[in-house]
């Protein structure tokens, strides 16, 4: 089974910008997905990309965030940019192969 590993995530102030990781074990040639959980709260789809290029985000980040993804090194991006303070969240990326698999996420806080 193909492990997922986030990265990237940090404490950032309102209006930074930041870029998360999403390694995987072998290929992600399958949608990809970056989902984010606040506490208490249910888990979120943010961002989507498939096998294509096609995106499509949740219409509190459009324009701020953008999917991308390197076949070649197995690897899905988000770029995070003038982040807000209910950006914070764990951050999770989603293969489409693996639907019921999550990693470990990472953490995104937006704070001054």
């Known amino acids: 089974q193909v492990q997922l590993v986030e990265s990237g995530g940090g404490l950032v102030q309102p209006g930074g910008s930041l870029r998360l990781s999403c390694a995987a074990s072998g290929s992600i040639f399958t949608a990809v997905g970056w989902y984010r959980q606040a506490p208490g709260k249910q888990r979120d789809l943010v961002a989507h990309i498939s096998t294509g290029g096609s995106t499509n985000y949740a219409d509190s980040v459009k324009g701020r965030f953008t999917i991308s993804r390197d076949n070649a090194k197995n690897t899905a991006y988000l770029q995070m940019n003038s982040l807000k303070p209910e950006d914070t969240a764990v951050y999770y990326c989603?293969?489409?192969?693996?639907?019921?698999?999550w990693g470990q996420g990472t953490q995104v806080t937006v704070s001054a």
């Open positions: 989603n293969l489409a192969s693996m639907p019921t698999y």
